[in-house]
């Protein structure tokens, strides 16, 4: 699995854009880009996953790089519930395969009132 | 409402105990996996399964054994329990996604293991 590097930490204003970066430099073809956060010490929450195109949902928007070797996370409105670490994971999907995921250090988020 | 279960959210335990943490998830999902992480620190993979009666060894090395006799069920067993398995230990499940990748990983809300 390509090896991923996210800040260690950052600030975010309540209200406001958080943008969380993650570099993927050695990203194959086949690997998807996965976001994960952990708030606390609860069991990390899935947030938002893709492989070539720009993803949205209800919890965030995930931008990838034309060529995949960086992908931005963003929560469009953050609130101080958004404290987190956010994973950022890069992976290949494998059928009949165990397709663990390897979590890093993350980035701790700090949303400020 | 959670789709996967741990059961306890908290447990301690005195040396040389054995102890059984529970896991279970009602979504039909194949792969299951524990983690294992301390506090402050990262996610350490200890064990997964592909499916019923498929059990692997994670990246990390653990002295725990895991069954897997039925799809939603896949508990973890420590036989004789050491101060050095103080941790929280979280169990998690996942499923293909049609058209590529997966749904991603549902987390249960972990067992905090205290052995005295």
């Known amino acids: 699995d390509a090896k991923t590097t996210q800040p260690p930490s950052m600030d975010c204003a309540e209200g406001r854009a958080a943008n969380l970066p993650c570099n993927h430099s050695?990203?194959?073809?086949?690997?998807?880009v996965y976001w994960y956060r952990q708030i606390h010490s609860q069991g990390p929450q899935y947030i938002i996953h893709?492989?070539?195109n720009n993803e949205t949902n209800e919890m965030a928007s995930l931008i990838i790089t034309e060529d995949r070797k960086s992908s931005t996370l963003i929560l469009p409105h953050a609130t101080l519930r958004d404290t987190a670490v956010y994973y950022c994971?890069?992976?290949?999907?494998?059928?009949?395969?165990?397709?663990?995921?390897?979590f890093g250090g993350g980035t701790r988020l700090m949303v400020k009132p | 409402e959670a789709d996967i279960y741990q059961t306890p959210r908290y447990l301690v335990i005195g040396t040389g105990k054995k102890i059984t943490l529970e896991c279970s998830q009602t979504?039909?999902?194949?792969?299951m996996y524990w983690y294992q992480q301390d506090p402050g620190m990262e996610l350490h993979l200890i064990h997964y399964?592909?499916?019923?009666?498929?059990?692997e060894k994670g990246d990390l090395s653990s002295e725990s054994t895991v069954s897997r006799i039925r799809t939603e069920h896949f508990p973890l067993t420590l036989e004789s329990a050491r101060p050095s398995h103080t941790s929280q230990y979280l169990c998690?499940?996942?499923?293909?996604?049609?058209?590529?990748?997966?749904?991603?990983?549902?987390f249960g809300s972990g067992t905090r293991l205290t052995v005295v």
């Open positions: 998690a499940s996942s499923a293909p996604r049609p058209g590529g990748g997966d749904y991603g990983y549902t």
């Open positions: 399964s592909y499916g019923v009666n498929s059990t």
């Open positions: 994971i890069v992976r290949a999907w494998v059928n009949n395969a165990g397709n663990m995921l390897t």
């Open positions: 893709g492989l070539k």
């Open positions: 050695t990203i194959s073809g086949n690997e998807y």
């Open positions: 979504m039909g999902h194949d792969k």
